[in-house]
């Protein structure tokens, strides 16, 4: 059965700093990933998928993510954190067999420090 | 402007009543979904549907029940059988239901007991 954990409920880093979310994932068949952001109150927005094209992935707003099939892991990252960065991000991960539906971790909420 | 649209922002439910959480698509997506969202839980799915007049229920149904009359509308009803149904709603749809289609979200519905 599919199943994402994602390390760390809350991280918190400096302004400029390196941002990294963890998100490790269960799959019994190739899967396809992907990275949501929340800002409070509002829907999710899609950051990046990964759908087996390419192992890194570019998204919006800075961010990117690498595919490890060997540490099953797609973990978030940007460079240079912004204050404008803070926000819940959430790893989710495509439900096996035929159907489009997806598992999400429980999400971390990143805080940006000036 | 293309989009999901969920109505109200807010809605309060009264013991032993059923309440009705809104979702319209113009984006003319096959496919669409009911998600509930708890502090800490991630996004669990409730219901989803493929196609008109068609829906299968999701991980947690119980207390749920939707229709899917017409293909830009998702109406979720609470009913009063869901005992704690606090929560954040969140709708979504994709183009079609398929493995590597990105779910775009609407802002949500927050639910609160009175």
């Known amino acids: 059965a599919q199943s994402v954990t994602q390390l760390g409920s809350h991280v918190s880093v400096s302004e400029g700093a390196l941002v990294l979310l963890r998100c490790n994932y269960s799959?019994?068949?190739?899967?396809?990933l992907f990275w949501y952001v929340q800002y409070p109150n509002q829907g999710l927005q899609l950051l990046l998928k990964?759908?087996?094209?390419?192992?890194l992935v570019k998204g919006i707003n800075g961010f990117e993510a690498e595919f490890k099939k060997s540490e099953t892991s797609f973990h978030l990252t940007k460079p240079s954190a912004h204050m404008s960065d803070a926000a819940e991000y959430f790893c989710?991960?495509?439900?096996?067999?035929?159907?489009?539906?997806?598992?999400f971790g429980k999400g971390t909420k990143l805080s940006v420090k000036p | 402007d293309g989009g999901i649209t969920q109505s109200p922002k807010y809605l309060f439910r009264k013991e032993g009543q059923n309440v009705t959480l809104s979702c319209e698509q113009n984006?003319?997506?096959?496919?669409m979904y009911w998600y509930r969202q708890d502090p800490g839980q991630g996004l669990r799915l409730i219901y989803y549907?493929?196609?008109?007049?068609?829906?299968q229920k999701g991980d947690i149904a119980e207390g749920y029940s939707v229709s899917r009359e017409k293909k830009e509308s998702f109406p979720l009803t609470v009913t009063s059988a869901q005992k704690n149904p606090t929560a954040f709603y969140l709708c979504?749809?994709?183009?079609?239901?398929?493995?590597?289609?990105?779910?775009?979200f609407g802002p949500g519905t927050r639910l609160l007991v009175l």
């Open positions: 979504a749809s994709s183009a079609r239901r398929a493995l590597q289609e990105t779910q775009y």
């Open positions: 799959s019994s068949v190739p899967p396809y």
């Open positions: 990964y759908t087996s094209a390419a192992t």
């Open positions: 989710a991960v495509t439900r096996g067999g035929s159907q489009g539906n997806l598992i």
């Open positions: 984006l003319n997506h096959d496919a």
């Open positions: 549907s493929q196609i008109v007049n068609d829906f």
